[in-house]
């Protein structure tokens, strides 16, 4: 932050976006998901930052109050957590060689949901998304 205390605000957050946006990239294209990364990549500006594990692949995105945990394997769901206790209690465990499990945990008291990639998915995700960058972690999909 310090080299870019004279850039405006408005810059920042293009490069910053631009940066995700090559992170979910290089992540989800690696695993030939273009449908994944499509999705995602309209969230680049809300995303404030990414952490990658190579094996087993798995990104993290961090927004403003949770995070979205997405596996590179398909037929995994995405997790949603708190932040905070998201960074106080998994971060640490994202590291190569890690048991995916670590990442999967619903009976954590920061678990929010895991939203599985069948179906519709992306309108379903879209109200998750909506309701989730409004801090309404509460959020039940009704069909």
């Known amino acids: 932050n310090h080299y870019w205390k004279d850039v405006p605000e408005s ?9 995700i946006e090559n992170d979910l ?21 809300d995303i404030n930052d990414t952490k990658k594990v190579n094996e087993p692949p798995i990104i993290a995105m961090f927004f403003k109050n949770f995070v979205a945990v997405e596996f590179g394997y398909v037929g995994n769901a995405a997790y949603f957590y708190e932040k905070e206790s998201f960074n106080k209690y998994l971060l640490h465990e994202m590291r190569e060689g890690m048991r995916e499990s670590y990442l999967k945990d619903k009976h954590a008291h920061y678990y929010i949901n895991s939203l599985s990639h069948s179906g519709y998915w992306q309108s379903r995700f879209d109200q998750y998304m909506v309701n989730y960058l409004n801090g309404n972690f509460y959020y039940t999909h009704r069909w």
């Open 11 to 19: 810059v920042v957050q293009k490069v910053r976006a631009y940066l």
């Open 25 to 45: 990239r290089s992540f989800f294209m690696e695993h030939s998901d273009n449908e994944r990364f499509q999705y995602w990549q309209k969230f680049s500006r």
